[in-house]
C-alpha cells in the first residue's frame, strides 16, 4: 500500500468524507482534522468526530470506516455535507455524489483516493488534558470530540 501526498495540507486544507456504516444505512460528514501514520506497527488514519455528529453514532455502531479525498471542485459539496446533518437532509440525494459499496464500508465514485480503515481504538477528548485557551476556544459550550484510530487496510485510487 501506498499513499504519497502532504499530509498537512490533506485534512486542513483539500478536506475530506468521512462515512460509517454499510450499504443499508451509512452516514457521511467533511472532516478537516484528521493523520496519518503508524501505531502498533500498523498504518493507521487518525479521525476526529463531535459527540453530537449524526456520524458518530455510525463509528461507534460499525467496525469500518472511509476517509476519502476529492478534487478541487467538490469543495463547495464538501461544505454542505459538513454543515449539514444527515438527521436533517438526504445527504446523498442533495450532495450528487454516487455511493460506492464497498466489502468494509462506503465510498464515494468521484473520490480521488479513499482510505478504508478498521477501527482499533475509540477515546473522548477530555478537555482537562488540553490548553485552557484551546478547551475554551474549542468546546466552550459544544460537544466534545471522540478520537478515533483506524488501521488502513486498503487504499482505493
Keep these: 500500500m501506498e499513499f504519497n501526498t502532504d499530509i498537512f495540507s490533506q485534512f486542513d486544507k483539500k478536506w475530506a468524507l468521512l462515512t460509517a456504516g454499510d450499504e443499508k444505512s451509512f452516514n457521511t460528514m467533511t472532516i478537516s482534522w484528521g493523520g496519518l501514520g503508524t501505531l502498533w506497527r500498523k498504518p493507521v488514519a487518525t479521525?476526529?468526530?463531535?459527540?453530537?455528529?449524526?456520524?458518530?453514532?455510525?463509528?461507534?455502531?460499525?467496525?469500518?470506516?472511509?476517509?476519502?479525498?476529492?478534487?478541487?471542485?467538490?469543495?463547495?459539496?464538501?461544505?454542505?455535507?459538513?454543515?449539514?446533518?444527515?438527521?436533517?437532509?438526504?445527504?446523498?440525494?442533495?450532495?450528487?455524489?454516487?455511493?460506492?459499496?464497498?466489502?468494509d464500508g462506503v465510498t464515494f465514485e468521484e473520490a480521488e483516493v479513499t482510505l478504508v480503515c478498521?477501527?482499533?481504538?475509540?477515546?473522548?477528548?477530555?478537555?482537562s488534558n488540553m490548553p485552557a485557551d484551546i478547551a475554551k476556544e474549542m468546546y466552550e459550550g459544544q460537544a466534545s470530540h471522540d478520537m478515533y484510530i483506524g488501521e488502513v487496510v486498503e487504499i482505493i485510487r
Excluded at 449524526?54 to 464538501?78: A, G
Excluded at 478498521?118 to 478537555?127: D, G, I, N, P, S
Design 118 to 127: 478498521r477501527k482499533l481504538f475509540r477515546q473522548k477528548l477530555e478537555e
Design 47 to 103: 479521525v476526529y468526530v463531535r459527540t453530537s455528529r449524526y456520524t458518530h453514532e455510525f463509528m461507534d455502531e460499525n467496525e469500518y470506516f472511509t476517509i476519502s479525498f476529492y478534487p478541487e471542485q467538490y469543495k463547495e459539496i464538501l461544505g454542505v455535507l459538513g454543515s449539514k446533518s444527515g438527521r436533517d437532509m438526504d445527504k446523498m440525494k442533495d450532495s450528487g455524489l454516487t455511493a460506492k459499496v464497498l466489502k
